[in-house]
């Protein structure tokens, strides 16, 4: 079954620890990983997408890698005003260009 | 530029009853796909249009139906409403490259069924 998985569900970090999210997925012929920031009541914002293993992008204190099995969101030393809820999705053969996304990472930052 | 714009953002209908969303796409976008996100999950694919047509469906029931209208904006329908029906509903529009640089979401409309 094609699906894509996060962990943690949550996550609590204080200002300045750094930490990473995952993403697993078990999709066939990959097409592309997207990655979605979402803020209470709010439609997700689109922060990276990453094509093939070994591709890494970055924007501010968020940095996406992409192996063969999984994605991961690194964050360097967050600040409180990047807790949100982090969305993995892929787009992929049998998805036709629509997306399947995982159900999100809460993240938390503590001043 | 505005971005993609969902009207209402909230709403309240009784079991049974019957919900038109509307959405209006990016500028330059042609192509808009509805997704329903219920609380604490992910979003989930219902169908896009393109040039006016049902595109892709993903795994809904006939009770939710749209269209497109010639200047890209877009309606979701859904009939005989059920409690489980209550969630957030997003609209996400793309010029055809969204598969590879990512589909731009309106803030959604939250309908709660009662």
């Known amino acids: 079954e094609d699906q894509v998985t996060q962990s943690p569900e949550a996550l609590r970090l204080q200002e300045g620890e750094s930490s990473s999210l995952n993403c697993s997925y078990t999709?066939?012929?990959?097409?592309?990983l997207f990655w979605y920031r979402q803020d209470p009541g709010k439609g997700p914002e689109f922060l990276f997408t990453?094509?093939?293993a070994g591709e890494e992008k970055e924007k501010e204190r968020l940095k996406a890698t992409l192996t063969k099995k999984e994605s991961f969101l690194h964050i360097t030393a967050p600040k409180p005003e990047d807790s949100a809820t982090y969305l993995c999705?892929?787009?992929?053969?049998?998805?036709?260009?629509?997306?399947?996304f995982g159900k999100g990472t809460k993240l938390s930052v503590k001043p | 530029d505005a971005g993609v714009t969902q009207s209402p953002t909230h709403l309240i209908k009784t079991r049974g009853q019957q919900v038109t969303l509307r959405c209006s796409p990016k500028?330059?976008?042609?192509?808009v796909s509805w997704y329903q996100q219920a609380l604490g999950q992910g979003p989930q694919f219902i169908f896009q249009?393109?040039?006016?047509?049902?595109?892709q469906r993903g795994n809904f029931p006939d009770r939710f139906s749209g269209h497109q209208f010639p200047n890209y904006s877009s309606e979701l329908n859904v009939n005989a409403l059920l409690l489980g029906d209550s969630a957030l509903y997003l609209c996400?529009?793309?010029?055809?490259?969204?598969?590879?640089?990512?589909?731009?979401f309106g803030s959604g409309t939250r309908l709660t069924v009662v």
């Open positions: 996400a529009s793309s010029d055809g490259t969204g598969y590879r640089y990512g589909y731009t």
């Open positions: 999709v066939s012929g990959l097409r592309g």
């Open positions: 990453l094509y093939s």
């Open positions: 999705a892929a787009n992929y053969g049998g998805s036709q260009g629509n997306l399947i």
């Open positions: 500028s330059g976008h042609d192509t």
């Open positions: 249009y393109y040039e006016e047509e049902e595109r």
